[in-house]
């Protein structure tokens, strides 16, 4: 099955997105943000046909003074249709990050997978995250898991780093880049791949 | 073997005579709370309490979300019942008819393995409670929630609505204004109560409104249990029932509060718990919703005291014309405090569960964990489960985990309990029964072989 991927490189301001999804393909919607101001974004993605797979990726790293505000939606209304989500966020120095995310199964979609995962990476003082998944579920025969994750850095593993000869500015790049490590491999495309490291290392 | 339906045949479905000494009209006014509290023969100021309470009432809207909350005929329900006029001393002394209602729903039996001591709620007041002497030795006070007031005015007014405000929510303002009955229990410092404290509630006329009032403050380094479980016969029309529950954890305390509800399916259950807890102190909340029509209630912890712990524990099972609106909030405000809800819910033909939880993290709340786990299972086709968790976070080294999932029983353990020569039947409320064990376990023995009983009632219904 061929793999469609859909990337918006987002800056300040209000953007809704919304996918109907038609045909029976792979889709991969990027969504990704750096050092922005006022953020807010809208995804919804609608699975209308049956057999149709969409990934999201959601990659954002927030400075001093960044307002991210995430809504999502996963709409499922054929059956066997696959959706699985992926938010990244580092947050450092006040940034603020809203994030709510639903998934919704209706009716006639049954043997639906649908996945959502948001994980908040906090760095220095002052960051707040907030983090509404929501599931709604009307079929019977499905499978739906939602996480979320929001924490600092781990002192420990900071630690075991630095006992290897790292020191403790990279030893914090690696922790970062690895906590963005699995959203960017959810994009099939290398090219897109390398650019989207580019852009988080010279982030960080 | 003869499949049982608790839809068709409620389990606990009987019905005795109505006998009371006084009925307030249907309905709510101020006559009605001015009569409430002169039959109770209270002080001025909870009269004004309860005054005060009805007009926030009056103005405070219905809460928009959760449940369908538009059925409900205020104006239909009796808010107060007053059953005897004394209590009982002993259950010799009870009338036969309500001695026989207990009978039936065994708290005899309870009272046989040592209970430390039984408060049963006969429609809107206590009419029987016995306190083994052991309780009153050691300074706990278990009383009734009006004799409380009589005898215990000073702890009563120190913490009596100012944990669930009147203006907090709907409910809690009705509540304040026509509570009657419910438990108080005050637990000296370090003094650990070993078999815990029960309460059984039951409301028996059509269209009464059940408003108990519960106030539990545990001293600093002492432990109790309470337990609440309810089951109520069938009536022909929608009955509600509006509880607070207000829990004050002292420094190093630790309190565990366990709630089986099982009222018949036409139950508005609508309730609100909350707890406070002080330095080092635990507070754990162990809550099974499997009756009423709509059950909306969020077992609260505001984690006030550093190294302090909060718990939820929540089983939700919601059959025909069931919603189970359920779940928990954590609000840590003190450094290093530590909270966990875990939750479980099964709905099946028809009905519908949803998790709705809060987990609140603030700036002080440093280094503060937080873990929350909701598992949900659909049986069949018509039945709904929802997940409605928030997470705020305001503090950059607190530790945030969620987790929820929802889906159906794996064809592959069927499969494989089938190919034993088990039944689907049996082999679904094996699966059931196994999905909600890690709460169950944590129950009193009688009520988890009760639980482990209503649930293969209600499944073996399930599947036809």
Redesign the interface.
């Known amino acids: 099955m061929k793999t469609k991927n859909i990337i918006q490189n987002i800056t300040n301001g209000v953007h809704e997105y919304s996918y109907q999804i038609k045909d029976k393909k792979n889709y991969t919607i990027v969504l990704a943000a750096f050092s922005v101001q006022k953020l807010d974004i809208s995804l919804s993605v609608y699975l209308a046909a049956p057999g149709a797979v969409v990934s999201i990726v959601g990659i954002f790293l927030g400075g001093k003074s960044s307002d991210v505000h995430l809504h999502t939606l996963q709409v499922h209304q054929a059956p066997n249709t696959t959706s699985n989500l992926l938010v990244k966020t580092v947050l450092s120095d006040g940034a603020t990050f809203n994030y709510d995310g639903r998934i919704r199964v209706e009716k006639l979609a049954q043997k639906t997978d649908a996945y959502q995962r948001n994980e908040n990476l906090l760095i220095g003082v002052g960051s707040h995250a907030t983090s509404d998944p929501s599931l709604e579920i009307l079929a019977n025969d499905v499978r739906c898991t939602h996480g979320s994750i929001t924490g600092p850095i781990d002192p420990e593993e900071l630690w075991y780093l630095e006992s290897r000869g790292i020191s403790l500015t990279s030893a914090k790049q690696l922790m970062v880049e690895g906590h963005f490590l699995s959203a960017v491999n959810l994009v099939s495309d290398s090219q897109i791949r390398d650019q989207l490291w580019q852009k988080i290392r010279s982030e960080i | 073997m003869k499949k049982t339906l608790i839809d068709d045949q409620y389990a606990y479905g009987f019905h005795k005579p109505e006998s009371y000494v006084f009925k307030s009209k249907r309905g709510l006014d101020e006559g009605v709370i001015q009569n409430i509290s002169w039959h109770k023969s209270e002080p001025s100021w909870m009269l004004e309490f309860r005054k005060k309470s009805y007009e926030i009432y009056r103005k405070i809207q219905l809460p928009t979300w959760g449940g369908d909350l538009s059925n409900i005929k205020f104006d239909d329900i009796y808010y107060y019942l007053k059953p005897l006029q004394n209590r009982a001393k002993s259950w010799k002394d009870l009338p036969p008819d309500i001695k026989d209602t207990y009978d039936r729903i065994g708290i005899p039996e309870a009272e046989k393995k040592f209970l430390s001591g039984v408060s049963a709620q006969y429609e809107s007041e206590v009419v029987y409670k016995s306190i083994q002497s052991m309780l009153s030795k050691k300074g706990v006070i278990f009383l009734d929630m009006d004799s409380a007031l009589r005898q215990r005015p000073d702890i009563v007014k120190k913490y009596f609505g100012t944990l669930i405000p009147p203006h907090d929510n709907k409910f809690a303002a009705l509540n304040s204004s026509v509570w009657s009955g419910g438990s108080f229990v005050y637990v000296p410092p370090g003094v650990h109560v070993e078999l815990p404290l029960q309460a059984y509630f039951r409301i028996n006329a059509a269209n009464m409104g059940q408003f108990e009032r519960t106030l539990i403050v545990a001293d600093e380094g002492s432990f109790v249990h309470y337990v609440e479980g309810c089951t109520a016969p069938i009536y022909t029309t929608d009955s509600l029932h509006s509880a607070v529950v207000e829990i004050f954890v002292g420094k190093g305390a630790r309190v565990r509060y366990t709630t089986i509800q099982n009222w018949s399916t036409n139950v508005y259950n609508l309730v609100t718990k909350r707890a406070r807890v002080d330095e080092e102190g635990v507070m754990e909340w162990v809550d099974g919703n499997l009756g009423s029509k709509l059950t909306m209630k969020y077992p609260s912890v505001y984690l006030v005291g550093r190294k302090s712990h909060g718990e939820v524990l929540s089983i939700a099972y919601a059959g025909r014309g069931q919603h189970q609106d359920a779940g928990g909030k954590m609000i840590h405000i003190a450094p290093e405090t530590t909270s966990q809800i875990i939750s479980k819910s099964v709905s099946a033909k028809g009905g519908r569960t949803s998790y709705r939880g809060l987990v609140q993290i603030s700036?002080r709340a440093k280094n503060a964990k937080s873990r929350v786990v909701c598992d949900?299972l659909?049986?069949?086709?018509s039945?709904?489960?929802?997940?409605?968790?928030?997470?705020?976070?305001?503090a950059?080294?607190?530790?945030?985990?969620?987790?929820?999932?929802?889906?159906?029983i794996g064809d592959e353990q069927l499969f494989y309990l089938e190919s034993r020569g088990i039944n689907k039947g049996q082999a679904e409320s094996m699966i059931v029964n196994g999905f909600i064990e890690p709460i169950v376990k944590e129950l009193p023995l009688e009520y988890a072989v009760e639980m482990n009983r209503l649930i293969q009632l209600q499944m073996e219904g399930s599947v036809g």
């Open positions: 700036e949900a659909i049986l069949d086709e039945s709904r489960s929802d997940t409605y968790p928030t997470m705020k976070i305001d950059s080294d607190a530790k945030m985990e969620h987790e929820a999932t929802v889906s159906k």
